[in-house]
């Protein structure tokens, strides 16, 4: 199970901390990401990390912004994001990743916590 927390409201240049808590998996087998939905729109990636947490990538629309790490031994995932912009509010999902397939896409995730709301106002 995937549990986000974190989300909330704030102004544009804002900063906040997403965490994802998983239990009842070997959360330090998985590769994972976060993926987001803005109202009306499709599910886009925004940033995913791998197993060790040695290897991360970003949409572009984050990169420079947002930061996703992880911590194996708690068994949870973050999303640190800085700068926040009014794009940047939408649903906030943790997800992991299926085996040999690419990050960038959202098809990619086949198991999926519930998400966090994030709203950031101009």
């Known amino acids: 199970q995937l549990q986000a927390s974190g989300g909330g409201s704030v102004q544009a240049g804002g900063s906040l901390r997403l965490s994802c808590a998983a239990s009842?998996?070997?959360?330090?087998?998985?590769?994972m990401g976060w993926i987001r939905q803005a109202p009306g729109k499709e599910r886009e990636f925004v940033a995913g990390i791998n197993w060790s947490g040695g290897v991360t990538y970003y949409a572009d629309s984050v990169k420079g912004r947002f930061t996703i790490s992880r911590d194996n031994a708690k068994n949870t995932m973050y999303l640190q994001m800085n700068s926040l912009k009014p794009e940047d509010t939408a649903v906030y999902y943790c997800?992991?990743?299926?085996?040999?397939?690419?990050?960038?896409?959202?098809?990619?995730?086949?198991?999926w916590g519930q998400g966090t709301q994030v709203t950031v106002s101009s």
């Open positions: 009842g998996r070997t959360f330090r087998s998985y590769d």
């Open positions: 997800a992991v990743k299926k085996e040999s397939s690419s990050y960038y896409y959202t098809s990619s995730y086949d198991y």
